[in-house]
């Protein structure tokens, strides 16, 4: 039921940009994807419901492919606070269940 | 005020300890949420409390023990807790059910905890 996730590690310089994916063998209701810092907690970036949608938060921006099953994180110019992990999380059968990738490291160095 | 406020932020106890953590949320929300974390792994679930009752336990060891006294407050008392236990207590909340969609989560920044 754990969404995998890809690529498990990503090194930017900063204004390069990155694509992070989330796939589930389950149907997918929605999509949300959080970034944590080092020591810090998780924090929210978007949800994607299903409609194949897309959003957008600075210059990153999310898809989800309801066929697919699956979910695209787009960091655009990153920059170095763009640096994190960043998990995508699944729901469970209309549940109140979160399931979180393993997530994927994103270094942005200078 | 849109923090989910967690104490304390570090704990060390031994096996025979008894120890409470603390989540407090003045946002209005009507679930809140236990998930655990090792290093380098992604948060777990361990219970779900909608409407100040529980409504999810994943199987999670009875040393383990949530309380939902209000609608604001939730604990976890620890009993008699493993090395294995040992990891980052994490709390969350959402405005209403997550199964509602357009929900999201809320995280406190944890409590780091270690068994000796």
């Known amino acids: 039921q754990q969404p995998v996730q890809s690529p498990q590690a990503v090194i930017l310089r900063e204004g390069e940009d990155a694509v992070i994916n989330c796939s589930s063998s389950k149907a997918l209701y929605s999509v949300h994807w959080y970034r944590q810092k080092h020591g810090e907690a998780p924090v929210f970036l978007m949800i994607?419901?299903?409609?194949?949608e897309q959003k957008g938060h600075e210059k990153i921006s999310a898809s989800f492919n309801e066929k697919k099953q699956q979910s695209s994180l787009y960091l655009t110019a990153s920059q170095l606070s763009y640096s994190g992990t960043y998990f995508c999380g699944t729901e469970v059968g209309g549940s109140e269940k979160l399931v979180f990738g393993k997530g994927t490291k994103l270094t942005v160095n200078p | 005020d849109t923090e989910v406020t967690q104490t304390p932020k570090h704990l060390v106890m031994g096996m025979t300890n008894k120890k409470s953590l603390k989540c407090e949320q003045h946002?209005?929300?009507?679930?809140m949420y236990w998930y655990k974390q090792k290093a380098k792994k992604p948060p777990e679930l361990m219970f779900v409390?909608?409407?100040?009752?529980?409504?999810i336990n994943e199987s999670v060891p009875s040393r383990f023990s949530p309380e939902c006294p209000n609608s604001s407050l939730l604990n976890l008392h620890l009993h008699a807790l493993q090395p294995e236990d040992s990891a980052l207590y994490l709390c969350?909340?959402?405005?209403?059910?997550?199964?509602?969609?357009?929900?999201?989560?809320?995280f406190g920044s944890g409590t780091q905890l270690s068994v000796l």
């Open positions: 946002m209005g929300h009507r679930a």
């Open positions: 969350a909340s959402s405005q209403e059910e997550l199964s509602r969609l357009d929900e999201k989560l809320f």
């Open positions: 994607l419901l299903k409609g194949g």
């Open positions: 409390y909608s409407y100040e009752k529980l409504s």
